[in-house]
């Protein structure tokens, strides 16, 4: 997940870049690694978990080569709008998302509707506008996008249909996958889709 | 500007809230302090902060910004003149500023708050040592990050200091009502000599709770939180 949301803002700046896959399970500490001579991105590893600390290696592209493309908005107020939105789609969406394979039953009902209640709040701060950067694709379109390639899964999981609570987020989510930074950096949702039933074998559900 | 162009929503024990009263007293920019009271939201931050309904909040003329290190980074951008700066100029030194304050709110300051919550004296001591482990990946981390300077920041207090030094008062009620120490002289020297040197910053020593203070706040924060069970 956090990979993809560098390897979409690399494109953006069309930047080259060297996307390292690292093995998620078997680490046991935080390292981060950062090598700006060879222009690696950083890699963030921590013991299993989804990477949240990608945005600071977003932020870092976006200042590295501040030239080429911006992802954030000049105005300081603009700038904190895009950077409270990101982080709440680290805080709630992944989390959100996970309760939906991960449980089942009443749990499951709770965690459908909790997860349709994050996209229609983001719905809101979307209103009008084609993405969340305004006209252009921006830092907060990026942070949430990747999580699209997942919506497979969990509609499958969970047995409902995203596009039909919240379809003004959907058409958003097709805007942006019509860019080819991000259909280019998106995996497969079939693919997303048996990774998760993996997962489930792994937690037992 | 004038004072009331500004101003912060909060309430004194937080350490959330101190993060951008620092930075605004770095950037000598006045401001009014509101203060929430304890187990009632006013009107007003419900609708300042509609997503999530927690100070701090920041008022610039009538716009809100919610989220302290957010409102850290637009302090910062906003008030350019006034030096220094609060994030360094490299863009690898901010990175790893931001990768560090995101290490302190996503998985340092739940182990902390995982005292309060810890039922019995072995569960309080693994929620210590967890707080513990995590002071020591920040030593580490003043040593690359403050390249034998006096703050993460260098020669003056910057994000860094500002996210995690915030949290310093509410150490140090913790260490007393417990009567330990979490800043070790022999595991984290550098910490210590930090720690010091962060209070006594002129942005930062009006805005830290006293220890006292803290710790009589905490003995009536536990008694509303074991209260009777309410349904």
Redesign the interface.
Known sequence: MSGMRVQIAQAEKGVEFEFREEDLTNKSQ?L?E?N?IHKKI?V?IHNGKPV??S???V??VE??WKDKSPLLPSD??Q??QA??WA??VDKKIYDAGRRIWATKGEDQEVAKKDFTDCLK?LEGALGDKPYFGGEEFGYVDLALVPFYSWFYAYETCGNFSIEAECPKFIAWAKRCMERESVAKSLPDPHKVYGFVLELKKRVGI | MAKSEVKVLGAWPSPFVMRPRIALNMKAVEYEFLQEQLGAKSDLLLKLNPVYKKIPVLIHGDKPVCESLVIVQYIDEVWTSSAPSILPSDPYDRALARFWAAYIDDKWFPSLSGIAKAQGEEAKKAAIDQVIEGLVLLEDAFVKCSKGKSFFGGDHIGYLDIAFGCFLGWLRAIEKMNNMKFLDEAKMPNLVKWAEKFCSDVAVKDVMPETDKLAEFAKVLMAKFRGPPTN
């Open positions: 935080l981060l950062m700006p950083p963030l949240c600390e945005l600071v290696a932020q870092y200042e590295f300081p107020y700038r904190a950077r409270f982080d709440y709040v």
